[in-house]
């Protein structure tokens, strides 16, 4: 079935190790968006790629950086992660009119 | 900058009652959704509200847009353990743009 696939499920680093978090999809959809949730609250969006485009919301940190090599894929790296980034990392993918999937997420842990 | 915000934050409520959520947002905007998000998982679409006087209805779950008032209901029928659950209405401010996310509504059905 066509999806929008996380991985892996849960990452743990260590503060200031650098992580990468992958998104791929089989929907063929030309926007992916990375959202990222704290406990207890709501998601909130990092940046998104609309085809090759990048666009940065303009309070994300730098520490976050995002990877998009071809339409399916689209890649999360967080350059030293420190104790406030452990959240779940939500990738989404839409096209044009059509609503925004949500893959299963990532939890991340930063010990 | 588009905000969105729900009410209550917080409902406990018994099997068999009903309930509404309220979810106002700032800005013109004709595309809501609703999502349902169970602990540690990822959202699960439930609604998407394209037009003034949508209604959308699925099992116990009922949503409404009212554009004009930017105003959506979630209303629940007669609740159950099973939709115990943090609801978050979402609203996108041009279609295939950004996602911004009311604070969510966690919902306790008790027997």
């Known amino acids: 079935d066509a999806m929008v696939i996380q991985n892996p499920r849960y990452q743990v680093t260590q503060f200031g190790k650098p992580v990468t978090l992958s998104c791929s999809q089989t929907?063929?959809?030309?926007?992916m968006y990375w959202y990222q949730q704290k406990s207890s609250q709501a998601p909130k969006l990092l940046f998104h790629?609309?085809?090759?485009?990048?666009?940065n919301e303009a309070d994300t940190p730098d520490n976050f950086q995002s990877r998009r090599p071809n339409t399916s894929f689209c890649f999360l790296d967080i350059r030293s992660p420190g104790l406030g980034d452990a959240a779940m990392y939500l990738c989404?993918?839409?096209?044009?009119?059509?609503?925004?999937?949500f893959g299963p997420g990532t939890r991340l842990t930063v010990t | 900058e588009l905000k969105v915000e729900q009410n209550p934050l917080f409902l406990s409520m018994q099997e068999g009652k009903n309930y509404t959520i309220y979810c106002n947002y700032s800005?013109?905007?004709?595309?809501l959704y609703w999502y349902r998000q169970d602990p540690g998982k990822s959202l699960e679409s439930l609604f998407v509200?394209?037009?003034?006087?949508a209604v959308k209805q699925e099992g116990r779950l009922m949503a409404s847009l009212d554009t004009k008032a930017r105003l959506s209901t979630l209303h629940i029928t007669a609740a159950v353990h099973d939709l115990s659950a943090t609801y978050f209405c979402?609203?996108?401010?041009?279609?295939?743009?950004?996602?911004?996310f009311g604070e969510g509504t966690q919902l306790t059905v008790n027997p």
């Open positions: 509200l394209l037009s003034n006087g």
């Open positions: 989404a993918t839409g096209r044009g009119l059509n609503e925004q999937y």
């Open positions: 790629y609309y085809d090759k485009d990048f666009n």
């Open positions: 929907l063929n959809h030309n926007v």
């Open positions: 800005t013109t905007s004709d595309r």
């Open positions: 979402a609203v996108e401010e041009t279609s295939g743009s950004r996602l911004t």
